[in-house]
């Protein structure tokens, strides 16, 4: 641990750090053990915050994420940091005010090994030099720190997380997925509801002739009206998946995987209630143990582009029920009409969940269900926890 914050010693740190700042951070670690993480990460220390040392919901405080893969071997760690978002609480900056109240911590993940640490350097980055950040590189989209260029800085730094490494053919740092691995960022903040998106990425597959990849968008709704809310509960969990494709190995070359294009939920800013995350989650299925998955470039199509490319159908393969991740809420003109024992029963324009994922179906018109099981209920709302099923991939499958 090294105390960074406000008012330290000059003989402790030359010049003080502010919000905005960029901090280049480099050190060399040895660990007793093999394949290990090794984390880097800021500590923020204000009594507005509901409990002084709290930690910040976006992960703005992770700095790096690295595996260590052989034991008593010196291994270089660098990674740049941008300061002020590890700050911030509810929006408001919250400036260390004393020495001990920032600090620059480590741990080593899952383990009880001893590491070793050496020559640890922290630099200020000049505004404007050729190392400095860009907009881009800070956020892009709905992703903050798109394209790795502050390590894992944002990125959920939890036990089954992927971590960063240096890849020669893109010569800089890129994510890394092995077996039962994920990349997870909380993106409620900079998402915009109701908005349509499509991103890209590059990938590169090693130790694996393929794997099937998923790309899930999760929110967690805090639902003050389980009678006209999104669900029939007091928290919904609701899915969206942009991506579910199989990526090749194609020699351990690089390779652009294009998303579906998909609607942000609708605009839930109008539903009662708040969401308390929405949750980007790339992860494999069924990886081989030699497999290597990497990952970098996040970029966005259509009116989040900055090179002006156009939105277009994606080459990917999305699995039964949702053909195309639909909005929260049909459009004006759509309705859709419960039709049973030759009569029309109700007209519905709430959304279409399966039950046990909260999946989104298609709300839109182009497409019809066939019900499979259904519960006839006076009024509104009734007591049943599923009202009716859909036969889906040769299954009745509960709808919310």
Not at 82 to 101: F, I, M, Q, Y
Not at 120 to 144: C, H, I, Q
Not at 171 to 198: C, D, H
Request: aromatic residues 12%.
């Amino acid at each position: 641990m090294r105390q960074i914050g406000g008012d330290c010693p000059a003989s402790r740190l030359k010049e003080p750090i502010s919000a905005g700042d960029q901090l280049r951070i480099s050190f060399w670690v040895r660990m007793k053990a093999a394949n290990k993480v090794i984390v880097l990460y800021t500590g923020h220390y204000h009594e507005s915050k509901p409990k002084p040392w709290a930690i910040q919901r976006d992960d703005s405080n992770i700095i790096s994420r690295t595996r260590i893969n052989k034991a008593n071997q010196w291994t270089r760690i660098e990674a740049t940091h941008t300061v002020g978002d590890d700050w911030t609480w509810d929006s408001e900056l919250l400036p260390p005010e004393k020495c001990n109240h920032y600090q620059l911590r480590i741990r080593a993940d899952a383990t009880t090994a001893g590491y070793y640490l050496d020559d640890f350097k922290v630099e200020k980055v000049a505004s404007g030099s050729a190392s400095a950040l860009t907009a881009r590189d800070v956020s892009y989209g709905f992703l903050k720190n798109p394209d790795f260029a502050m390590s894992f800085q944002y990125w959920k730094a939890i036990s089954a997380a992927g971590d960063t490494v240096f890849d020669a053919d893109q010569g800089k740092e890129v994510a890394r997925l092995k077996r039962n691995r994920r990349l997870m960022q909380n993106i409620v903040a900079e998402a915009i509801p109701g908005e349509k998106y499509q991103f890209a990425f590059w990938a590169k597959l090693s130790g694996t002739a393929s794997v099937t990849t998923n790309i899930i968008v999760r929110m967690r709704f805090e639902n003050d009206d389980i009678v006209n809310g999104p669900c029939g509960r007091e928290i919904c969990n609701i899915f969206l998946r942009p991506l579910t494709t199989t990526i090749e190995s194609k020699g351990r070359q690089w390779q652009r995987i294009v998303s579906d294009e998909f609607t942000m939920f609708g605009n839930y800013t109008k539903w009662p209630g708040q969401p308390s995350f929405i949750l980007f989650t790339m992860l494999t299925k069924d990886m081989a143990s030699s497999g290597e998955l990497r990952v970098s470039n996040f970029e966005f199509l259509g009116e989040h582009s900055l090179t002006g490319e156009v939105i277009t159908d994606s080459p990917t393969i999305t699995t039964v029920p949702s053909m195309q991740p639909s909005n929260m809420e049909a459009p004006d003109y759509v309705r859709y009409i419960v039709r049973y024992a030759g009569e029309i029963r109700t007209v519905i324009n709430y959304p279409f969940q399966v039950d046990k994922t909260g999946e989104i179906l298609p709300m839109d018109g182009s497409k019809q269900y066939q019900l499979c099981e259904v519960d006839e209920v006076e009024g509104k709302y009734g007591v049943f926890p599923n009202r009716m099923g859909f036969f889906m991939g040769g299954k009745c499958v509960p709808i919310r």
